[in-house]
């Protein structure tokens, strides 16, 4: 299993794959359309690298909303619950779900997912559990951007060691590409790019698939 085997999973173009910047009530580096292409980009990596494929489309969901009712940049622990609010006023965003492979079932997953990412730790043993914690890790390894990733906070051993291409993709990427509707489309062949630069990623990756 690869980040590109991943991605493939949601059978949409790259194009239709993040939030478009007007979609996010406030517009920044900080927490707009560039953070969440790169959570994405986690957690695509890190659906290939623990082996969750049945939570692609619901943790795709779920970064795609993560962050579109923030209002500013400062600690917020409420626009989790207000990002699924203004996701019910969204048909267009509904409709792009389902071509994505989302289905109705999947929404209180992605709500328990999107409302906890800024609100508290995923509970030991809540059923939705493996996604939270997904969101969670993919969002958290963009905290580079901030400089106070803490990796013993992290969720899982894999996550742990993806914190130097997190660096990377941010510092290579992180005003390089301007905001707009190919942003995801310009992001992923970058982060691809410097996966393939990374050997012993790529090695770690190669045993995981023997195994």
Request: aromatic residues 8%.
């Amino acid at each position: 299993m690869t980040p590109e085997t991943v991605r493939a999973m949601i059978p949409l173009p790259d194009t239709d794959l993040v939030p478009p910047p007007e979609l996010f009530l406030h517009q920044s580096y900080v927490h707009g359309q560039a953070h969440v292409a790169r959570v994405l980009v986690h957690g695509l990596r890190l659906v290939a690298a623990t082996g969750a494929v049945q939570e692609t489309q619901r943790l795709w969901a779920a970064i795609y909303l993560h962050d579109i009712a923030r209002e500013h940049d400062g600690r917020c622990k409420h626009h989790g619950a207000d990002s699924w609010r203004r996701f019910g006023r969204l048909p267009e965003t509904h409709e792009l779900f389902e071509r994505g492979g989302v289905i109705r079932t999947d929404y209180p997953a992605i709500q328990a997912a999107v409302t906890i990412h800024c609100n508290g730790e995923p509970p030991a043993g809540d059923p939705y559990f493996t996604l939270m914690a997904l969101l969670k890790d993919a969002d958290g390894l963009d905290r580079v951007r901030l400089g106070d990733l803490r990796p013993e906070l992290l969720r899982h051993d894999e996550t742990r060691t993806m914190v130097a291409f997190a660096q990377r993709l941010h510092d290579e990427t992180n005003y390089a590409i301007k905001p707009g509707p190919d942003y995801f489309a310009r992001l992923w062949p970058e982060a691809l790019r410097i996966m393939r630069s990374l050997p012993a990623l790529a090695l770690a990756q190669k045993a995981r698939r023997s195994l």
